[in-house]
C-alpha cells in the first residue's frame, strides 16, 4: 500500500556517531606499540578479551599483589587546547605505578581507558604512544585497555583518562616498614614540575595571568606555557626498585600528589609519629615561583595544592641516610635532606614546617 511506503533508510551505529571500524583500525595501528612493553610474564598482545600475566615467569614465589588506578584530572584540558596529546599518556602510567612502587612492588601490568566523543585524527594514538613510553619506562606491559567512543557525552575534541596498574611483593617485602621511629631522615626526590595534581588552579592561574598556552613561556624561555606546563610525571619505580633489591635500608616511600607533603606523609607513617620538614632545604622548579606569583598564592596553599618540587619522599635510617641519597643520586634522581621523623601527640600537626620556600 502507498501509505507503508519506506522512506528513510534504516539506521546505523555509525549514523549515530559510533565508527566500530575506526575503533579497529585503531587497535591495529597501535599493536606495535603495545609490543614494545613485553616484559617476562607478559606477551602484550591486545585484541583479546583480557590481558594475561605469568607471575611465575615474572620471578615470583609468594607475591602479594598490589594495584592501583588513577587518571590525569584537568591537566587534559590543557593538552586539548593545545593539542599537545603525547604527554598525558606518560601522566597516565606515571600517577598509578608511582603509587604501586611505594607499597614496595614492582609494577607488572597496566591497562588504560580512553574515552572521547568520537574518534577523530591522531589524538587517541598520541595518547597511546604516551602510555606505551611510561610502562616501557616503568618496566610493565600494557597488556590491554579500553577505548570509548561516546558522542552526546563528551564534545568531539575532549576526551578522559584513566589507568590501572598492577604490581607484586614477595611476601614479607611490603611497605612500610613496621620499625620507622622518630630519628629516621626524610629524603625528597626531586619533581619534574607540576605532575598531574592542582591542574584546576593552574588553570585559574593562567587565565587570570591573560597569557597564551600558546604562547611564550614566562618560566621557560626555550617552550610555550602549555608544553611547559604539559611536562610530564616524573616516574619514580626503577631507581626506588634499584634501592629497595640493593637492601632493607629504605623503611617507607611517598608519592607526593594531591594534597601535597601535608596531606601524603602521614599516610606511612605510624601513629604517634609525624615529619619535621625544613622547607628551605627544597629548591622548588621555577613553574611554581610563577605559580605562586601569578596567583598570589599563599606559601601554605601552595603546599596542599602543589608537590612544590618534591614528587617522592623516602624514610630512611638515620645511619642508612647517606647511603640511600647516594644509591637513588646514582639512579638519576635529585635527592635532598629535608628533615626527620619525629613523636608528635595528638593535638599536633602530623607534619610541621620551618623556613620558607625559595622560589626563583
Known amino acids: 500500500m502507498a501509505g507503508d511506503d519506506v522512506t528513510a533508510a534504516g539506521l546505523t551505529y555509525a549514523d549515530a ?21 613485553r ?29 592501583a588506578n588513577d587518571g590525569v584530572g584537568t591537566k587534559l584540558k590543557i593538552a586539548i587546547e593545545t593539542g599537545i596529546h603525547d604527554t598525558v599518556g606518560v601522566d597516565l602510567v606515571a600517577m598509578s605505578v608511582n603509587d604501586v ?9 597496566f591497562l588504560d581507558y580512553f574515552a572521547c566523543g568520537k574518534l577523530a585524527g591522531d589524538t587517541a594514538y598520541e595518547v597511546v604512544k604516551g602510555i606505551a613510553t611510561g610502562c616501557m619506562e616503568a618496566g610493565c606491559a600494557l597488556v590491554g585497555g579500553e577505548t570509548a567512543e561516546m558522542p552526546g557525552m563528551y564534545p568531539d575534541g575532549d576526551y578522559d583518562l584513566a589507568g590501572f596498574a598492577v604490581g607484586a611483593a614477595e611476601r614479607g617485602r611490603l611497605l612500610p616498614r613496621r620499625d620507622v621511629k622518630a630519628g629516621d631522615v626524610l629524603l625528597a626526590l626531586a619533581s619534574s614540575g607540576v605532575h598531574s595534581n592542582g591542574f584546576s588552579l593552574v588553570r585559574r592561574i593562567v587565565a587570570r595571568s591573560g597569557l597564551r598556552l600558546d604562547g611564550p613561556c614566562p618560566f621557560s624561555a626555550d617552550q610555550t606555557l602549555g608544553r611547559a606546563l604539559l611536562q610530564p610525571t616524573r616516574i619514580y619505580v626503577r631507581p626506588l626498585l634499584a634501592a629497595l633489591k640493593a637492601g632493607r635500608d629504605v623503611k617507607a616511600l611517598a608519592h607526593i600528589t594531591g594534597g601535597g607533603l601535608p596531606d601524603n606523609l602521614p599516610r606511612v607513617l605510624p601513629d604517634g ?7 628551605s632545604a627544597i629548591t622548588p622548579p621555577p613553574v611554581f615561583g610563577w605559580l605562586a606569583q601569578a596567583g598570589g598564592v599563599e606559601e601554605a596553599e601552595m603546599l596542599r595544592a602543589f608537590n612544590c618540587g618534591v614528587g617522592m619522599v623516602a624514610v630512611a635510617g638515620a645511619a642508612d641516610a647517606d647511603r640511600v641519597a647516594e644509591m637513588l643520586s646514582g639512579e638519576g634522581e635529585t635527592v635532598t635532606r629535608i628533615g626527620e621523623i619525629t613523636p608528635i601527640s595528638a593535638a599536633d600537626d602530623p607534619v610541621r614546617f620551618s623556613g620558607r620556600l625559595a622560589f626563583a
Open 39 to 67: 616484559r617476562p610474564g607478559a606477551d602484550a598482545e591486545i585484541g583479546g578479551f583480557g590481558g594475561l600475566f605469568d607471575l611465575k615467569a615474572a620471578g615470583y614465589a609468594d607475591p602479594i599483589l598490589v594495584a
Open 273 to 279: 609519629l609525624g615529619a619535621a620538614i625544613d622547607l
Open 101 to 109: 612502587v611505594v607499597q614496595g612492588a614492582e609494577p607488572l601490568l
Open 17 to 37: 556517531g559510533v565508527d566500530i571500524d575506526a575503533g579497529n583500525a585503531l587497535v591495529e595501528r597501535l599493536k606495535a606499540l603495545v609490543r614494545a612493553t
